[in-house]
């Protein structure tokens, strides 16, 4: 199955820097990966934590694509407890066509607590929530009229006021260590977004969440494509393991902290180095190319075939350095995988092989041509 490539951005963006001059940056990331060949850039939707600084997935999007000619978009994800159904479905439907197809919806109940419960929302409740939505915005998006009434929206006749540019429109539902985004996949024949594919745990039951999606799909009379099913992990690449250390030093312990309040596992306090702990645990690529190849081939190895492999971007090194991980990915990750460069290697080991063979042709063609012009000049004179 051909392996596409992509991006995954959160943000991480350290909160003692200018956010005005982090988010045109993003943008600039945009156009870099889109010039470099990269298939997808998915970005996220946060509302509190000071690092995540994007809110709205979507205006983002709206802004990167007209600065970009080719890469894909993807909301990663959309968190559909906070939103009305009714207007996250015009607001996806309208961003299609704005462009022109290039956006996938991904979706999912949300991540951070303090979102949740700035918004008077039970966290328990999240992924019930987010079925609700589910159910709604597909109908929707289909072009039906719904009424349908919960404890937390209620929709009247309601009908979206644009259908998608798309047909069909993709969607993907988030799916971390549990099996809910697999469940919620199978039923609606979704994509899945694995947003936490190398995490300790959630690696673990990177398989048994598929299984899931695949026995609830038939269930429902659907089937899971491999090909749309995309695994993120954290990435940094130089041209040289210690140059990829040292690269991270400019901002992974600023990371390590914020990590430790956002996620519901602690990043471990044993006193080794948090470059080792992430390396050595699979949990992230701090090396080189062949590195991100060893962690995509691993990945292979515990979920089988996957469509997409989207690099997380976590602000661990400093911008320029940043910028050189995705070139030297896309210069050396990209081909391994697409196999562009197995002709070009062939015919460069024919030529190897038969060096001498070819160099005695070449001198038996210039002696003829030698031979034949000392002859022309015989007859000439």
């Given at each position: 199955m051909p392996l596409q490539h992509g991006v995954f951005l959160a943000p991480y963006h350290p909160n003692e820097e200018s956010p005005t001059t982090w988010l045109r940056r993003d943008i600039e990331l945009a156009q870099h990966l889109d010039k470099l060949g990269f298939a997808e850039l998915w970005v996220g939707e946060h509302h509190s934590g000071g690092?995540?600084?994007?809110?709205?997935?979507?205006?983002?999007?709206?802004?990167?694509?007209?600065?970009?000619?080719?890469?894909?978009?993807?909301?990663?994800?959309?968190?559909?407890?906070?939103?009305?159904?009714?207007?996250?479905a015009n607001r996806i439907a309208q961003l299609d066509h704005q462009t022109m197809g290039r956006v996938s919806f991904g979706f999912g109940p949300g991540l951070l607590m303090s979102d949740a419960l700035m918004m008077g929302i039970d966290p328990e409740k999240t992924r019930d929530m987010l079925l609700e939505a589910i159910d709604v915005i597909v109908r929707l998006l289909r072009g039906e009229s719904v009424t349908a009434k919960t404890d937390w929206f209620n929709l009247v006749e309601a009908r979206a006021h644009l259908l998608p540019y798309s047909q069909p429109l993709e969607m993907a539902v988030a799916s971390a260590g549990t099996p809910s985004g697999g469940r919620a996949a199978g039923k609606f024949g979704m994509s899945m977004l694995c947003v936490a594919a190398s995490q300790v745990g959630a690696f673990d039951v990177l398989a048994s969440n598929w299984r899931i999606a695949n026995e609830v799909a038939a269930q429902y009379g659907n089937t899971m494509d491999p090909a749309k099913l995309r695994l993120v992990a954290p990435v940094h690449i130089a041209e040289t393991r210690e140059k990829a250390r040292e690269n991270v030093r400019h901002g992974l312990d600023r990371w390590v902290r914020y990590y430790d309040m956002a996620s519901p596992n602690p990043f471990p306090k044993d006193g080794r180095d948090p470059v080792d702990i992430l390396i050595d645990s699979g949990r992230a690529v701090i090396g080189t190319p062949e590195d991100a190849i060893a962690m995509i081939e691993r990945l292979r190895g515990k979920q089988g075939q996957f469509g997409v492999f989207l690099a997380q971007h976590v602000d661990w090194a400093d911008w320029d350095q940043t910028m050189k991980s995705f070139e030297l990915y896309a210069r050396y990750v990209m081909p391994h995988f697409s196999g562009a460069n197995a002709n070009r290697i062939a015919t460069y080991n024919v030529m190897a092989e038969r060096v001498e063979e070819f160099k005695a042709l070449r001198r038996g063609a210039a002696d003829k041509a030698f031979a034949q012009h000392e002859a022309n000049q015989l007859k000439v004179g």
């Open positions: 690092f995540e600084i994007i809110a709205s997935p979507d205006l983002f999007i709206a802004a990167a694509a007209e600065v970009t000619r080719r890469i894909r978009f993807g909301t990663g994800v959309m968190t559909l407890p906070y939103h009305n159904p009714l207007v996250v």
